[in-house]
């Protein structure tokens, strides 16, 4: 490729990073943030009640008013419409005698006005002869019909409510009208009173929301605060700290989760150190051997050759068990990265199972103990999985049965099959383990009060190997009886698996002892 076909190349585009959460700016915290949202609710509701309050209050009075003054006018023209309407000189002088006569002054005032509008008597002594100054009494003898005014008086531009009633005479000619007045000064001041006591209830109400939010608030906040202080104290490194727990709810249950975590921090520390001081411990003793072995043997051990043959035996051994750790500590970082992979095939688990015994027999009847292996050999014991790992648990398995359980000096194997299940148990007849320990045995660098020697994640490692191939690992125990570790696996389909075993026939036990049937354990 030349170089100006390298111009022309695009490069291609990094791709488009995505945004981060928006983090919405919270003035004064959860307190600030409920305050605003709850007040501005409550000030909403108030507010609509205030407003329907003073409409309702307002129509209430004003309608009280109205309903007076039209029925007062009402009857006076109905009484003057059937009795003093004949001629004008009756009704005038009728109206000098109803003027002289009213007696609430101090309430309304009683008007008479002729057909022109202007009125003729007045209670408050207006000068005869002028015009009404509000619309009612024109729209009343125009329309021959009851009106309303309400609103401010041109002349004391006061507030007031006005009606008039027309007067017919009998033949139905237009007379005049009766007209009654008031100020609307009192009924507004009862309703502004009202309606400030309205406000102020409200006020009061506001303040109670805001006394009993405010205690509410700090009932959360407080403890919310402390668990946020508990909170760093653990990042800080207080593993083991723990909350008060005050009241029984969802704070309450927070608590307990935090002091759950604390607690579970503080173990899986306690657990770390000891692991990290037990590993160092094993990997110091291996190291120690081969390092004091091999400065014997530069240094001119090597003339025996017994001692040499004993040192290079040593140094064998105990790299055995250093590469062993090392792979147990892989499988560990594996597994807590996620990284564990299987390499899924279809095979006879009870092979790997009987090549896990043999390699320990040999071993075991050396130290004393006696192993025991019983299997189903008409059973077909296919699983799909990795056969490598499977035999890494069995070995795993036993060795642990050999370390905890030796004082028993027996080790009982069993494999069976249970209907789509295949079932395999590891039994020693040790000490057993502490009722207490049991539920933690199966987690990664628990140790428990035993005292031998290991990493503490060699069980949760085999647990994880027995999850990824779907089966269960149970561990049974009782103290000073000896424990019993359970493997259940799911069977290969019947078709797969008969598939094979149709083709390949069952390799015999036999074939895996170099000693006679009856002398195998």
């Given at each position: 490729?030349?170089?100006?076909?390298?111009?022309h190349?695009?490069?291609?585009?990094?791709?488009?990073?995505?945004?981060?959460?928006k983090?919405?700016?919270?003035?004064?915290?959860?307190?600030?943030?409920?305050?605003?949202?709850?007040?501005?609710?409550?000030?909403?509701i108030?507010?609509?009640?205030?407003?329907?309050?003073?409409?309702?209050?307002?129509?209430?009075?004003?309608a009280?008013?109205?309903?007076?003054?039209?029925?007062?006018?009402?009857?006076?023209?109905?009484?003057?419409?059937?009795?003093?309407?004949e001629?004008?000189?009756?009704?005038?002088?009728?109206a000098?005698?109803a003027?002289?006569t009213?007696?609430?002054?101090?309430?309304?005032?009683?008007?008479?006005?002729?057909?022109?509008?202007?009125?003729?008597?007045?209670?408050?002594?207006?000068?005869?002869?002028?015009?009404?100054?509000?619309?009612?009494?024109?729209?009343?003898?125009?329309?021959?019909t009851?009106?309303?005014?309400?609103?401010?008086?041109?002349?004391?531009?006061?507030?007031?409510?006005?009606?008039?009633?027309?007067?017919?005479?009998?033949?139905?000619?237009?007379i005049?009208g009766?007209?009654?007045?008031?100020?609307?000064?009192?009924?507004?001041?009862?309703?502004?009173?009202?309606i400030?006591?309205?406000?102020?209830?409200?006020?009061?109400?506001?303040?109670?929301?805001?006394?009993s939010?405010?205690?509410?608030?700090?009932?959360?906040?407080?403890?919310?605060?402390?668990?946020?202080?508990?909170?760093?104290?653990?990042?800080?490194?207080?593993?083991?700290?723990?909350?008060?727990?005050?009241?029984d709810?969802?704070?309450?249950?927070?608590?307990?989760?935090?002091?759950?975590?604390?607690?579970?921090?503080?173990?899986?520390?306690?657990?770390?150190n000891?692991f990290?001081?037990?590993?160092?411990?094993?990997?110091?003793?291996?190291?120690?051997?081969?390092?004091?072995?091999?400065?014997?043997?530069?240094?001119?051990?090597?003339?025996?050759?017994e001692?040499?043959?004993?040192?290079?035996?040593?140094i064998?051994?105990?790299?055995?068990?250093?590469?062993?750790?090392?792979e147990?500590?892989?499988?560990?970082?594996?597994?807590?990265?996620?990284?564990?992979?299987?390499?899924?095939?279809?095979?006879?688990l009870?092979?790997e199972?009987?090549?896990?015994?043999?390699?320990?027999e040999?071993?075991?009847?050396?130290?004393?103990?006696?192993?025991?292996?019983?299997?189903?050999?008409?059973?077909?014991?296919?699983?799909?999985g990795?056969?490598?790992?499977m035999?890494?648990?069995?070995?795993?398995?036993?060795d642990?049965?050999?370390?905890?359980?030796?004082?028993?000096?027996k080790?009982?194997?069993?494999?069976?099959?249970?209907?789509?299940?295949?079932?395999?148990?590891?039994?020693?007849?040790?000490?057993?383990?502490?009722?207490?320990?049991?539920?933690?045995?199966?987690?990664?660098?628990?140790?428990?009060?035993?005292?031998?020697?290991?990493?503490?994640?060699?069980?949760?490692?085999?647990?994880?190997?027995?999850?990824?191939?779907?089966?269960?690992?149970?561990?049974?125990?009782?103290?000073?009886?000896?424990?019993?570790?359970?493997?259940?696996?799911?069977?290969?389909?019947?078709?797969?698996?008969?598939?094979?075993?149709?083709?390949?026939?069952?390799?015999?036990?036999?074939?895996?002892?170099p000693?006679?049937?009856?002398?195998?354990?």
């Open positions: 490729m030349t170089m100006n076909n390298r111009k190349i695009k490069k291609p585009e990094a791709p488009p990073q995505p945004m981060p959460p983090v919405l700016h919270s003035p004064g915290g959860i307190r600030g943030r409920w305050m605003m949202n709850s007040l501005s609710f409550v000030l909403v108030l507010a609509a009640v205030v407003i329907l309050v003073s409409v309702g209050i307002s129509g209430y009075f004003y009280n008013v109205r309903n007076n003054l039209v029925s007062r006018a009402t009857t006076v023209a109905d009484t003057f419409r059937k009795y003093f309407t001629s004008y000189d009756q009704f005038y002088t009728q000098e005698a003027i002289a009213f007696q609430e002054q101090d309430k309304m005032e009683q008007q008479f006005v002729n057909s022109s509008g202007r009125i003729l008597l007045s209670t408050s002594g207006l000068t005869s002869g002028s015009m009404a100054s509000t619309e009612d009494v024109s729209k009343s003898l125009s329309t021959q009851t009106q309303v005014f309400t609103g401010r008086d041109p002349t004391s531009d006061e507030r007031v409510m006005s009606v008039t009633v027309p007067l017919l005479s009998s033949r139905g000619d237009m005049g009766v007209r009654f007045i008031t100020s609307l000064r009192v009924v507004e001041r009862q309703i502004w009173i009202i400030g006591i309205a406000i102020l209830a409200c006020l009061i109400f506001l303040m109670l929301v805001v006394a939010n405010s205690y509410f608030i700090k009932s959360i906040v407080d403890p919310i605060l402390k668990v946020n202080t508990t909170a760093k104290e653990i990042a800080a490194g207080r593993y083991g700290v723990r909350l008060q727990k005050t009241y709810d969802e704070i309450g249950e927070l608590c307990d989760t935090i002091n759950y975590m604390s607690d579970e921090i503080s173990r899986a520390e306690r657990m770390k000891d990290i001081s037990s590993v160092s411990h094993e990997l110091r003793t291996p190291l120690t051997a081969i390092g004091g072995w091999s400065e014997t043997l530069l240094a001119g051990g090597g003339e025996d050759p001692e040499v043959m004993q040192g290079l035996t040593i064998q051994k105990e790299a055995g068990r250093l590469t062993r750790m090392v147990e500590l892989l499988d560990f970082a594996r597994i807590e990265s996620g990284r564990m992979k299987l390499e899924v095939e279809l095979f006879d009870s092979i199972l009987y090549e896990a015994v043999y390699m320990y040999n071993l075991l009847r050396k130290s004393g103990i006696h192993l025991s292996y019983d299997e189903d050999v008409e059973a077909n014991y296919y699983i799909n990795d056969r490598h790992r035999k890494q648990v069995f070995l795993n398995i036993l642990n049965a050999a370390k905890y359980g030796a004082d028993g000096k080790i009982d194997i069993t494999l069976r099959r249970d209907g789509g299940k295949i079932v395999a148990a590891v039994r020693d007849y040790g000490q057993g383990i502490p009722e207490a320990e049991l539920p933690f045995v199966k987690e990664k660098f628990y140790k428990g009060s035993s005292k031998q020697r290991g990493s503490g994640i060699g069980l949760a490692v085999t647990e994880e190997i027995v999850s990824l191939h779907s089966g269960t690992l149970e561990i049974a125990s009782t103290q000073g009886a000896g424990t019993t570790v359970t493997i259940t696996l799911p069977a290969a389909e019947a078709e797969e698996a008969l598939g094979i075993t149709g083709a390949i026939p069952k390799v015999p036990e036999s074939a895996y002892s000693e006679p049937e009856g002398e195998k354990q």
